[in-house]
């Protein structure tokens, strides 16, 4: 049995502490060592039933790239629309890392996914939930690696599964803008931007049940 170390389990705390969603990105390549390390941890994710429904799109032509940007702006200037009061905060936020990211790499669920039953027969969203642990792995081996990762979701998966020609099952949940980063924000950008701020641990854990109003 692996056991850690107490230096070892901080190092861990660091790199959970450290890691940011990133969205400005040097102009610099990844390791191809480095990306194969970040993609085998995403790999090594747990998945409901062992599903696995995890796969993986690297977009390496520049027009492709240029064309989901293109979809994502578009996506960010409806979501403005739809947030009311706060649209005009909402365009001026930078929300992507698009054209700057050395590695972009579309993350869906496979095709076929009601074939998997095990886990999902009340909850078929599992799928979904298996693919995020995966990502939070990349987002973490990333940033062991240096390098920073933002995830996109600003786009309709129908429109970028017709521009990546995948099945009409399969789904894209994220584009993972990955590689060197001028500097990690010390800070989530939304707290910084003033779009919201970290909820106190305590105010979101409660006992046996829900919490009740007006206990202590
Ligand atoms: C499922 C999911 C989707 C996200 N989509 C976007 C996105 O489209 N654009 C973006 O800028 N950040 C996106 N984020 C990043 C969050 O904004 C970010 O995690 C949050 O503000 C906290 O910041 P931190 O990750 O640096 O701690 C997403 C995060 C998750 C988990």
Same mark, same amino acid.
């Given at each position: 049995?692996?056991?850690?170390?107490?230096?070892?389990?901080?190092?861990?705390?660091?790199?959970?502490?450290?890691?940011?969603?990133? =969205?400005?990105? !040097?102009?610099?390549? /990844? %390791?191809? &060592?480095?990306? @194969?390390?970040?993609?085998?941890?995403?790999?090594? #994710?747990?998945?409901?039933?062992?599903?696995?429904?995890?796969?993986?799109?690297?977009?390496?032509?520049?027009?492709? =790239?240029?064309? !989901?940007?293109?979809? /994502? %702006?578009? &996506?960010?200037? @409806?979501?403005?629309?739809?947030?009311?009061?706060? #649209?005009?905060?909402?365009?001026?936020?930078?929300?992507?890392?698009?054209?700057?990211?050395?590695?972009?790499?579309?993350?869906?669920?496979?095709?076929?996914?009601?074939?998997?039953?095990?886990? @999902?027969?009340?909850?078929?969203?599992?799928?979904?939930?298996?693919?995020?642990?995966?990502?939070?792995?990349?987002?973490?081996?990333?940033?062991?690696?240096?390098?920073?990762?933002?995830?996109?979701?600003?786009?309709?998966?129908?429109?970028?599964?017709?521009?990546?020609?995948?099945?009409?099952?399969?789904?894209?949940?994220?584009?993972?803008?990955?590689?060197?980063?001028?500097?990690?924000?010390?800070?989530?950008?939304?707290?910084?931007?003033?779009?919201?701020?970290?909820?106190?641990?305590?105010?979101?854990?409660?006992?046996?049940?829900?919490?009740?109003?007006?206990?202590?």
């Amino acid at each position: 049995m692996t056991t850690f170390s107490t230096a070892e389990r901080e190092v861990l705390h660091r790199v959970l502490r450290a890691r940011r969603d990133m =969205r400005h990105f !040097l102009p610099e390549p /990844v %390791a191809p &060592e480095a990306l @194969r390390r970040i993609l085998e941890a995403a790999h090594s #994710a747990p998945s409901v039933g062992y599903m696995q429904p995890w796969r993986f799109i690297r977009i390496t032509d520049m027009r492709l =790239r240029a064309e !989901l940007h293109d979809h /994502v %702006a578009e &996506e960010q200037r @409806r979501t403005a629309e739809a947030c009311g009061a706060r #649209a005009a905060e909402v365009q001026r936020l930078k929300l992507e890392g698009l054209r700057d990211c050395s590695e972009l790499i579309a993350v869906t669920l496979c095709d076929g996914r009601e074939r998997y039953v095990l886990g @999902r027969r009340t909850m078929p969203e599992m799928d979904l939930c298996s693919a995020a642990c995966a990502i939070q792995n990349m987002w973490l081996a990333a940033r062991a690696e240096n390098l920073g990762m933002g995830w996109v979701s600003l786009f309709d998966p129908d429109v970028v599964g017709e521009l990546l020609q995948m099945p009409r099952d399969a789904r894209t949940i994220a584009l993972l803008c990955l590689g060197p980063v001028p500097a990690f924000y010390t800070e989530p950008m939304l707290e910084r931007a003033g779009w919201d701020c970290r909820r106190s641990l305590d105010t979101l854990i409660s006992e046996n049940h829900w919490p009740q109003e007006g206990a202590a």
